[in-house]
């Protein structure tokens, strides 16, 4: 009679069959170099070096995008858009510091207005980490994320009360800048202002290009660029400009949404433009299905 053999590893693999397309392997995608305009700030520059050295980190964002743009049809909420939103952020922030605006860290704090930088660009670049375990809710599941990620960041830039008071902030403009989020710090209603503006045409037009046609995609393939300057009569001008008017529904119906509350509101100015004399066709039929 036949012995019966146990089980070896592998037998029960199952090949991949020829014509199926196999990704690579993470560590095989281009990576992402993080930069913003840091010179002036030792502090954050070699933080922002210690988050270009961070695998782990890395990890993350491409996880948040595995689930947002490939099992959910959305825009990039990977390390092309932190580092797009971190860049508007301080873009934001220096505008209203010339302007003699004081960051809540430095007034509730009396924390230097180079730290307060710093908690502008790491909430930027940890705000979408949630995304990694999935799209609800995860502005509450990027909190336990980053909050272990900060404390590896943060490391010994900081002393112990100092660097809590830095955790804090960074947690709090983190989950500031959900829907329903109120902003308590200036620091938080930039990043959550920020976040908003990221939609210039690239990474906003995903879900349209992939042909998912509805307000909310083919209003972000209405928006050619953003333009961030100072104002004539507020600190802070922004410019949308926009290749057909259904890109109105990005600033009516979103930027408007996260600027009321943030904080901001007294010191934005909103303008949307049209370039050209002719709007461009974004879209030639629709088809209701029932």
């Known amino acids: 009679m036949e012995s019966i053999q146990p089980p070896r590893p592998g037998d029960f693999a199952v090949p991949a069959p020829e ?31 210690r988050v270009n050295a961070d695998d782990d980190l890395y990890t993350i964002w491409r996880c948040a995008n595995v689930n947002a743009v490939d099992r959910l049809g959305m825009s990039d909420h990977g390390p092309v858009h932190v580092q797009i939103v971190a860049n508007i952020g301080l873009r934001l922030f220096r505008l209203l510091i010339n302007r003699e605006i004081v960051p809540s860290i430095v007034r509730d704090y009396q924390l230097a207005v180079e730290d307060a930088e710093v908690v502008v660009v790491l909430a930027c670049l940890l705000h979408d980490v949630g995304m990694s375990i999935h799209r609800d809710d995860h502005e509450r599941y990027s909190l336990f994320i980053a909050q272990d990620k900060l404390r590896e960041l943060l490391g010994d830039f900081y002393p112990t009360a100092t660097r809590r008071v830095m955790i804090s902030e960074i947690l709090h ?14 620091e938080a209603g930039i990043v959550r202002v920020a976040d908003a503006l990221d939609m210039a045409k690239g990474r906003s037009r995903i879900p349209f290009e992939a042909g998912k046609v509805n307000i909310h995609s083919v209003s972000a393939a209405a928006v050619d660029r953003v333009a961030i300057g100072a104002g004539e009569t507020r600190p802070i001008r922004i410019t949308i400009y926009l290749n057909n008017s259904a890109g109105i529904f990005q600033l009516d119906g979103l930027l408007k949404e996260k600027l009321r509350g943030s904080g901001l509101e007294p010191y934005v100015e909103v303008l949307a433009t049209t370039e050209g004399e002719a709007e461009r066709r974004l879209i030639t039929e629709v088809r209701l299905s029932q």
């Open 173 to 186: 403009a983190i989950i500031a800048h959900r829907a329903d989020g109120r902003p308590l710090t200036l």
């Open 19 to 49: 014509d199926v397309e196999v990704a690579a392997p993470v560590e095989e995608h281009r990576r992402v170099q993080i930069q913003v305009p840091a010179r002036h700030n030792a502090t954050l520059q070699a933080i922002v070096e």
